[in-house]
């Protein structure tokens, strides 16, 4: 009896001693994810005005990023303290950094956001829901019927388009009503002045709504990936391939304006006439909209480490008070930038 009591106690302490080494080094892992790791090199170009550390933006679909700017809020869909959260998304006070607001539940779809409003679809049964960011209220949720997981969303022209996974398109008003939904074999984006804007294999074209004409179309010859911008007359995208080509496209007459190459890590994001991205070799770049040339680029230190997977490498706008906020892959800092040249 008394050996089998001594058993029991060495047991016991080494089953103790075995959890607090697991919860140790669990969460030293964590805090490895935590710690913000990247910092800008002297420069006249950005003030970093803020940074968190405990926000694990999610990995980019081939769509928007998974962190959107608008005014005032910086949007951010992820998890907090690296891997042992369930998704939220964060509404971020541009300014200071401050998290305002948070929203849990579905929250793998698409997201966008557009002056007060953001907007997110769900995954599985296709639903749109439009939130307040300025406290994150939901204003209404839109079910869309025979669609499933919400993969694109734009706006303009005072309507939402919606793509999803079954290839549904879907035409809503601001006030979350369908106003039209048909089948299309191809990638839509938006419509335009009564122009349809999709893409078809590695070509985007235009096709006039009404008469199903089509107006354009334009072989980029390579995968595009993100959502293309649209905005002002031109569209913006970026191909998937190593270097990567960026294209401005006349959005009317369908023709490449200037097309460069860039070691692309990021998304690009666009404030007045500069375009915003990170690169491979570790530096936010800047480069003009209407040429193409680079204007600037700064390095982050330490560089980039490619091959740790945690979050991503992505950036946003909030135009208005004129900041760039920067996350990585390799750590889940949010980086908040004010530009001090715009």
């Known amino acids: 009896m008394k050996n089998l009591r001594r058993l029991i106690v060495l047991t016991t302490l080494s089953l103790m001693m075995s959890s607090c080494g697991i919860l140790r080094d669990s969460y030293e892992a964590q805090q490895d ?53 369930s998704g939220s998304v964060f509404g971020i006070d541009s300014i200071n950094g401050e998290v305002v607001w948070e929203i849990s ?45 919400v993969s694109s969303i734009y706006y303009s022209e005072n309507k939402l388009f919606v793509g999803d996974s079954n290839e549904m398109f879907f035409i809503l008003n601001e006030q979350g009503e369908v106003l039209d939904s048909f089948y299309l074999p191809y990638r839509p984006f938006l419509e335009l002045g009564g122009v349809l804007y999709r893409q078809d294999n590695f070509s985007i074209r235009a096709v006039e709504l009404s008469s199903k004409k089509e107006l354009w179309i334009l072989d980029i010859g390579k995968r595009f990936t993100h959502s293309p911008i649209f905005d002002n007359g031109e569209i913006l995208l970026r191909t ?43 530096y936010l770049v800047v480069i003009n909209r209407y040429s193409g040339n680079e204007i600037s680029r700064v390095r982050f230190s330490p560089q980039f480490d490619l091959d740790k997977q945690i979050g991503s490498y992505s950036v946003a706008c909030d135009k208005k008070n004129n900041i760039l906020a920067v ?9 908040g930038l004010k530009i001090l040249n715009p």
Not at 119 to 125: A, E, I, M, W
Not at 246 to 265: C, E, P, R
Not at 327 to 335: G, K, S
Request: charged letters at 20%; glycine letters at 8%.
């Open 240 to 282: 998937e391939s190593e270097p990567t080509n960026i294209y401005s496209i006349d959005q009317h007459a369908g023709k490449v304006t200037w097309m460069i190459s860039q070691d692309i890590l990021s998304n690009l994001c666009v404030i007045g006439d500069k375009i915003y991205f990170t690169n491979r070799d570790s």
């Open 327 to 335: 996350t990585f892959r390799d750590n889940t800092e949010i980086m």
């Open 33 to 85: 994810y935590l710690v913000p790791k990247h910092l800008l090199e002297t420069n006249k170009e950005y003030e970093n005005i803020w940074d968190l550390s405990n926000i694990r933006v999610g990995a980019d679909t081939f769509n928007h990023p998974r962190i959107v700017g608008t005014s005032g809020k910086i949007i951010a869909n992820g998890a907090k303290q690296g891997w042992f959260s």
């Open 105 to 149: 539940g579905d929250t793998e779809g698409d997201m966008f956001a557009q002056n007060k409003t953001l907007y997110l679809g769900t995954v599985g049964t296709a639903n749109l829901k439009s939130y307040n960011i300025e406290n994150g209220e939901l204003l209404w949720s839109t079910p869309l019927f025979r669609g499933h997981s």
